[in-house]
């Protein structure tokens, strides 16, 4: 019993014998091995079917990545260095002639050797390291390089101004009454520094228009100048623009003042007396004289105090001005230490030149032009893989030191984003300062210098994109470019749209979906490309003739017929035979579902969130139709001469096509019907047809190969089944998977490839198990072994298919299969998996009998040693050995089994043992009680083992069928024989619920009279009686008597007339019972109907009986009070025949001895002459 309770779980139910829709007719060796000598031959050769599923998995693993929608984590699956792009020398800006270049070298000598301002700490301030770095730019020899050096020193030096901007102020003292002030600049440039601090201990002043300071040499008048003022504020805006020439960089230093403007006069026209005044105390004098009368509108005199409050000055010297200019915050400062101020201004300053004596300038060319060309030469010559040493004859010069040669860059070409050397970028910091450059106009020239430079030679698209927003940002701020110079930039966009579309046509060569790089790469880009969109509406000249995202739409689609048209023309060319460009065009399908899943999961989202361009909708639409109308036409071309190859080929082609399909179906939204593919299976069915008659006969070579290699040993510690069953699985599993996979869209056509391919399943599975039987009735069993491990091996193999079947029949569905319910199969999908259930059920209990049946002759020798125990010895060790026995075995059976082959042999062997008890109680007659106390011991002993505290068989599973007769037979031994009669007059009584109205039915009436102490009998009539005469119908006549008769000896029976020829009799005749009341209350006291038909020449018939208890009529259950009374209804009798429970009773009176059951026997052996057997 130990064994029996680990076995957790594994009871399996009985199975019920239900019909089946499909009965596989049995074939006999011959029919088996005649149904593999004919395959179809072709492209899969008769053979073991390996080679063929190996294919079958392939085609089923391309699938597995086409489940759902990419993702791009699962495309992005390369990092390695993005495919270069095309390079075009002609595609930069015109070479330059050798007079132009060396206009250009003496311009940047002159730009370097003239170079004013402050040196920004990124900048290079070595005159010598300037020009070196120039001489390797424009390849000069070092004599060459002197000559220039000293032509340009002998030019007439430039003209210098300072360009000043006066933004703002902010945080001013409040000098007027109302809390606030009215501001006014007024700025000029010193010619010499103001006065200088004085010793320890004196109080400091500093410069101010309105007081005097020593300085000889006259101050023009037009460098003093005077903004606005700005009433009632402490934080002033100005905004205003002045220009001052220099006459010295060195010296000369900006001077700005700012006062409290008190009363409402015109300062402007104040400063321009000061034209009349030469000299800066006279300025001072006269700038305070004219203040005064302003103020008093010409009668002021010089006493009255009407001057302007001061709140605060600037001191700048020109030679610390930034070379690049400077946009900053200056703190105001006070004229001397006494004096308070505070605030900030705001200013903008640039230094710059208004002449210079260079042959470009000379011919206009300076400016805008020359800093383009010098751009150009400098990042060309810094662009460069690798950095050539310089030649030793250049040292001399003092071009380049070591140290800024190792400031270049040795970038990659397709990732370099601008990157400048220190030298470069000083040097065209000073040339785009002193050219007057706007911010502008140097964020335009480096992108037309850069977007040329990169159509010869990759640059990084983040760098490319920078330049686009940083002259956005400065193009929403600075004034509109004069029209020469806007004609420039709206070429470079131009040029630089028509490279990138020349890209995009080639997408999948430059930016491959595969690589995280090139699709970054892709991305900015796009980016560049939307950015030139933004300028579109700026331009008084438009870039592009047709709006940008056509353009681009167009080249996409240029770019997807080009692609298609060289895998066309690679892999399946129009001009091969149909069965050879059927292979390449299995191929081209493939690739075209890969690229589709690119677009999906890349591209898509990166053409429609920069450039709003459907990319994805417009590339599968295009490719979709191009495959499509390339598959019609050669499946329609290749189905005349359809050979195994050519269908095997056309099955893989359908199947991808079908996946492309259904790849735009799953998009949201998307509706596949009115795709160029949406009847595309029509041509490929004849295909898919003979590649399913393959693969039915390939599963079964599969099969066959794995049955002849199968040991019938366990795969492995973990499983408890062969390798031909696991293989058998794979097989059924993989063709499932397949019809999956398929997907036939046509219902119809569906319906009939789906049931075939159902009962090739059911055909393999049986087969499989059919060569089992064969294989294990080979095998050599070892003498004596009970239990055999091939049988429980194949056993579990046959669950396992069971298993592994029923799942493939359930996904075998069709489209209308559901029907919208789930778990609903279409008809005859359920009708074979019923079928095949059944069959494998059989097949189960067959193998199962079988292994069980290597127990039966112990069984029965345990059972026998218990039936022979003698009385003296205790029952529990009679049965003990059976018990041990059955423990022993389960155990081992246990190991073996899985758990519903373990619910199975449970099964058998509970129906074993009772058969066995049947037996031994049929052999041992007239023995003691103690004899079947014994075998009642036993089976409830065995009850308890089997169910095994609910770990086993389940308790109404145990006492069903064989029990239920043992029981009653063993019950029945134990009683008298008179308690036996009742038994068997009580089993009539339980009889009457069982029956159906097969034999008739008798109506009768029936109550108890208690003043004449009897009882009465009516019986009325009869209907639908069996026709037991040759002419169809029957001469009934009704038996009635009371039973049991050791309850009613003195009672003797009644019989109503012969009714003649008819099946239908009315009798209506009454008869009387002289009995007790308290005889009719008795256990199995009842009348019994017995109806006959009468034979004149022969014995009469019998035609069927019926029981009606006595201890539920009137006036037994209910005693009347009075005077008679009758039943008021009539009851309605069903007759029947005796069953097996009835007889059980009679068997055991059969052997009793005693005269009572003797004479009981006899009376009812006279009736069952009578009888017919048994429908």
């Not at 028509?498 to 796009?526: C, I, W």
């Not at 009842?1086 to 018939?1101: A, E, G, P």
Request: proline share 6%.
């Amino acid at each position: 019993m130990a064994a029996l309770l680990e076995l957790k779980s594994s009871v399996l139910r009985q199975v019920q014998v239900c019909p089946s829709f499909r009965r596989k007719a049995e074939q006999g060796p011959a029919s088996a091995s005649a149904d593999l000598q004919e395959p179809a031959t072709g492209a899969w050769k008769p053979g073991d079917g390996v080679e063929f599923f190996a294919h079958m998995r392939l085609i089923l693993k391309k699938g597995e990545g086409r489940q759902g929608l990419p993702c791009p984590e699962v495309l992005l699956r390369s990092g390695s260095p993005a495919p270069a792009e095309p390079a075009d020398c002609n595609r930069g800006l015109r070479a330059l002639t050798e007079e132009e270049v060396e206009m250009l070298y003496e311009e940047g000598l002159y730009t370097v050797l003239h170079r004013a301002g402050t040196m920004g700490p990124d900048q290079v301030d070595d005159e010598e390291a300037l020009l070196g770095y120039l001489q390797q730019v424009f390849g000069t020899s070092p004599e060459e390089h002197a000559e220039a050096i000293e032509r340009v020193k002998k030019a007439k030096a430039p003209t210098y101004a300072l360009k000043v901007c006066v933004v703002r102020a902010k945080n001013l003292l409040a000098k007027d009454p109302n809390g606030f002030s009215d501001p006014y600049c007024m700025l000029g440039i010193l010619p010499a520094s103001g006065s200088p601090r004085g010793p320890s201990g004196q109080k400091e002043q500093r410069f101010s228009f309105r007081k005097a300071s020593k300085r000889s040499g006259p101050l023009p008048a037009k460098c003093i100048q005077v903004t606005e003022v700005k009433s009632s504020t402490l934080n002033p805006v100005w905004k205003e623009h002045f220009l001052f020439e220099i006459e010295d960089v060195n010296t000369d230093q900006l001077h700005l003042d700012i006062w409290d403007h008190d009363e409402d006069v015109s300062l402007a026209e104040a400063c321009r007396k000061l034209n009349e005044v030469i000299g800066l105390k006279g300025v001072s004098r006269y700038f305070k004289q004219i203040v005064k009368s302003a103020r008093a509108n010409g009668t002021a005199g010089p006493t009255e105090d009407h001057t302007d409050d001061f709140l605060g000055c600037l001191n700048i010297p020109v030679r610390e001005v930034p070379v690049a200019g400077a946009d900053r915050w200056f703190k105001l400062e006070p004229r001397s230490s006494a004096s308070r101020v505070q605030g900030d201004c705001h200013l903008v300053l640039k230094l710059i030149t208004t002449e210079r004596d260079t042959a470009m300038s000379q011919r206009g060319r300076f400016g805008f032009l020359s800093y383009l060309l010098l751009l150009s030469r400098v990042l060309r010559f810094e662009h460069r893989v690798e950095v050539e040493p310089p030649d030793p004859l250049s040292r001399g010069a003092g071009a380049l030191g070591s140290a800024h040669l190792s400031l270049l860059p040795q970038p990659n070409s397709s990732s370099w984003r601008g990157e400048l050397s220190g030298p470069g970028t000083t040097v065209l910091c000073l040339h785009g300062a002193q050219s007057n450059l706007s911010a502008l106009q140097l964020a335009v020239l480096h992108w037309q210098v850069s977007s040329r430079h990169h159509q010869m030679r990759t640059l990084d698209y983040g760098y490319l994109l920078g330049l686009l927003e940083d002259m956005q940002a400065h193009w929403e701020e600075a004034p509109s470019l004069p029209q020469e110079q806007e004609e420039s930039l709206a070429d470079s966009f131009s040029a630089f749209s028509e490279f990138g579309l020349q890209l995009l046509r080639q997408l999948r060569d430059y930016f491959p979906a595969t690589n995280s790089k090139a699709v970054y790469r892709l991305e900015l880009l796009l980016k560049c490309l939307d950015k030139l969109q933004l300028f579109q509406p700026s331009f008084e000249i438009c870039p592009f003739e047709t709006e940008l995202n056509m353009d681009i739409a167009a080249a996409l689609k240029r770019g997807n017929r080009e692609w298609y048209e060289r895998l066309l023309s690679t892999k399946s060319p129009r001009e091969q035979p149909g069965p050879q460009r059927l292979p390449g065009l299995v191929e081209i399908a493939d690739i075209i579902y890969e690229d589709l899943q690119a677009c999906y999961g890349i591209y898509a989202s990166l053409f429609h969130g920069i450039l709003k361009v459907d990319f994805f909708t417009l590339t599968f639409r295009q490719l979709e139709r191009l495959v499509a109308e390339e598959a019609w036409v050669l499946a329609e071309e290749l189905s005349p001469k359809m050979t195994l190859e050519v269908a095997s080929g056309l099955f893989e082609l359908y199947l991808t096509l079908a996946d492309t399909q259904r790849f735009w179906s799953c998009i949201p939204g998307r509706d596949s019907r009115s795709l160029a593919l949406a009847g595309i299976h029509t041509p490929f069915l004849p295909a898919v047809k003979l590649w399913l008659q393959v693969l039915r006969d390939q599963a079964k070579w599969r099969l066959q190969g794995a049955v002849d290699v199968d040991t019938l040993e366990p795969v492995d510690a973990c499983s408890k089944h062969s390798s031909s069953a696991a293989t058998a699985s794979l097989c059924l599993g993989l063709i499932q998977e397949l019809w999956v996979r398929l997907a036939w869209p046509d219902p119809a056509q569906a319906q009939g490839l789906g049931t075939q391919l159902s009962q090739d399943m059911c055909e393999a599975a049986l087969f499989y198990t059919e060569l089992l039987r064969k294989k294990v009735d080979t095998q050599p069993g070892a003498t004596g072994e009970a239990v055999s491990e091939p049988l429980c091996v194949v056993l579990n193999n046959v669950e396992l298919v069971r298993r592994a079947s029923g799942q493939a029949l359930r996904g075998l569905a069709w489209p209308e299969g559901a029907l919208g319910l789930e778990g609903v199969l279409p008809r005859p999908l359920l009708s074979c998996a019923q079928a095949l259930e059944e069959d494998l059920q059989r097949e189960a209990r067959t193998v199962t009998a079988h292994l069980t049946s290597k127990m039966v002759a112990d069984i029965r020798k345990y059972v026998q040693h218990i039936s022979l125990s003698p009385d003296s010895i205790q029952n529990d060790e009679a049965v003990a050995p059976l018990m041990k026995y059955l423990d022993e075995k389960l155990a081992s059976l246990s190991a073996s089994l899985v758990k519903e082959n373990q619910g199975r042999v449970l099964e058998a062997l509970w129906e074993l043992l009772l058969q066995a008890i049947l037996q031994a109680l049929g052999a041992n007659s007239d023995v003691s009680a103690d004899f079947y106390g014994r075998f009642h011991f036993t089976l409830e002993a065995l009850v308890s083992f089997f169910h095994a505290e609910g770990q086993g068989l389940p308790l109404e599973s145990l006492r069903d069928g064989s029990y239920k007769r043992l029981e009653e037979e063993l019950r029945l031994h134990k009683c008298s024989t008179r308690e036996c009669i009742e038994q068997f007059y009580l089993d009539k009584l339980k009889q009457r619920a069982l029956e159906q109205n097969r034999f008739g039915r008798l109506s009768v009436r029936c109550h108890y009279e208690a003043a004449e102490q009897r009882l009465a009998v009516e019986v009325l009539h009869a209907a639908d009686l069996l026709p037991l005469d040759a002419n169809g119908l029957s001469d009934p006549f009704v038996i009635v008597e009371l039973g049991p008769p050791h309850l009613f000896p003195l009672v003797r029976s009644q019989r109503t007339q012969v009714k003649a020829r008819t099946l239908h009799p009315v009798y209506d005749e009454l008869f009387h019972f002289s009995v007790p009341a308290e005889a009719c209350r008795r256990r199995g006291a009842c009348v019994l109907f017995t109806v006959m038909d009468h034979d004149w020449l022969s014995t009469n018939d019998f035609a069927g009986e019926a029981a009606l208890g006595l201890g539920s009529i009137s006036g037994i259950a209910r005693p009347q009070l009075g005077a008679v009374a009758r039943a008021g209804q009539p009851i309605t009798l069903h007759l029947r025949r005796p069953r097996a429970q009835v007889r059980s009773a009679l068997r055991m009176l059969e052997g009793r001895t005693n005269k009572e059951a003797q004479e009981f026997v006899k009376k009812l052996k006279e009736l069952e002459k009578c009888m017919e057997a048994d429908p």
